[in-house]
């Protein structure tokens, strides 16, 4: 299986990039937006059929898109000068993966627990419990181990949270989705590169629908 890696930067001057891309329903608008560049009438989810992922990143040069899928996407799908849209393959990325290399990486997340019914009830908590601090630290540290990944440095910047109506028609437009997000950076040995290559093509953790859970990997060069 071949995944996809696309690159958007957003034209300042498009309208539709900058409705995407602002107001606390981010996610949800991006979530709209790329699906778009996929093809129509698949069967349950189109997210999880495409293998879709993505993420905004903001960077010295301004706001781009990453969006990761397990099919090239079609970028004539987006409106009229939307920005540039640049795709590759990360198949020479995954094949040289390997146990001991050191990389940078990066994630957006939505670090959560779901406390017992004993502890819901005792402290009436809600079924999901947002992560923050040190506790989405430990949060990072177990979903890196589970992804073949032994964290080296880690750095923690929470985001904004998303909000919004899950969809605008129907039953979807009566639901509110609350997503905490947190930015993972830092440094990371690989310990299974097979586990880690499952892990980047499903993703890490919920929120995936929103902007979460893209993790993305830059090796760094080896000392001769």
């Known amino acids: 299986m071949t995944l996809w890696l696309t690159r958007i930067v957003p034209s300042p001057s498009s309208d539709d990039a900058r409705r995407d891309l602002g ?73 040289n993966l390997h146990k001991g290399i050191i990389a940078n990486y990066r994630c957006v997340a939505n670090p959560v ?17 947002a992560l923050s601090g040190n506790a989405a630290v430990e949060w990072w540290e177990r979903q890196s181990t589970t992804a073949g ?15 919004g109506h899950r969809g605008l028609n129907g039953r979807a437009a009566k639901q509110r989705i609350q997503i905490s997000r947190t930015q993972f950076d830092g440094t990371a040995r690989v310990l299974d590169a097979d586990l880690l290559r499952e892990k980047i093509a499903a993703g890490i953790g919920r929120g995936k629908a929103y902007g979460c859970g893209l993790l993305t990997l830059a090796p760094m060069r080896q000392r001769s």
């Open 23 to 95: 107001g606390s329903d981010q996610g949800i608008r991006l979530h709209q937006r790329m699906l778009q560049m996929f093809p129509d009438g698949v069967e349950g989810s189109a997210r999880a059929a495409f293998g879709v992922l993505f993420r905004a990143d903001e960077t010295p040069g301004g706001p781009q898109i990453l969006l990761q899928s397990q099919m090239a996407p079609d970028p004539s799908r987006l409106p009229d000068a939307y920005g540039n849209v640049e795709t590759c393959s990360l198949d020479s990325l995954l094949s």
């Open 113 to 129: 627990r779901k406390p017992r019914a004993t502890s819901r009830e005792a402290y009436k908590l809600p079924p999901v419990v």
């Open 149 to 163: 990944l032994e964290p080296l440095h880690i750095n923690a910047h929470p985001l904004a949270t998303i909000r």
